[in-house]
């Protein structure tokens, strides 16, 4: 995978992100990008089990249609250990989870609710382990990160929504982008904000693999 972590696993990320996909980069992981299509089911409340709830499932399709496709393609079916890594980004602001807005209007009403005020990020990890005899095990995580955002007007939130940088991501913000400009305070990862814990991740899979 890199120089630090060796493996024989084959690395799956079940997320079409492009922020994601860079920061798997950034780190030096070799990786392949076969994004989930499941429909989303929440029987979680709280952000925190949702988020973990979500890249679970996300792993979990992925692995299945992996799964189903050898068993049907057993001749070109690959025999290298998978790993599949699903992940999940969630806001939440006083207990209300605020994920992509569905429109400009709720975009506007997330930013809104977060100009001036502290709010969290969660980002759930998990990983799928497929063996090439068959065998699947899991394991995930969570991390959670607080943001302090500095008041914003309404001619400013307006002009951002026009940007259409906030239309495809939780809370309707970036912190990567143009809205860095209204960060006040972060405390915990920052990479966990733009929608991966990578520090994290990394260790949590080297334990993993030590074991």
Known sequence: ???????????????????????????GFEFLVCP?????????????????????????????????????????????????????????????ILGKPTDEEDAKRMLLRLSGRKHSVFTGVSFVFMSSDGRVG?????????????????DEIDSYIKSGEPMDKAGAYGIQGSFAKYIEAIEGDYYNVVGLPIGRLYQELKRLLED
Request: hydrophobic fraction near 30%; charge should be negative; proline fraction near 3%.
């Open 1 to 27: 995978m890199n120089r630090q972590m060796k493996t024989d696993y084959k690395i799956i990320l079940a997320s079409g992100s492009p922020r994601r996909k860079q920061l798997l980069e950034q780190i």
């Open 138 to 154: 899991e394991y995930g995580f969570y991390e959670e990160t607080k943001v302090k955002v500095y008041p914003i007007d309404e």
């Open 36 to 96: 989930s299509d499941s429909e989303e089911t929440i029987t979680s409340s709280g952000p925190d089990e949702v988020c973990m709830e979500l890249s679970r499932q996300k792993a979990l399709d992925v692995a299945s249609g992996i799964k189903a496709y050898n068993e049907t393609h057993s001749d070109i079916a690959s025999d290298q250990d998978l790993i599949i890594i699903g992940a999940d980004t969630i806001v939440a602001a006083d207990g209300e």
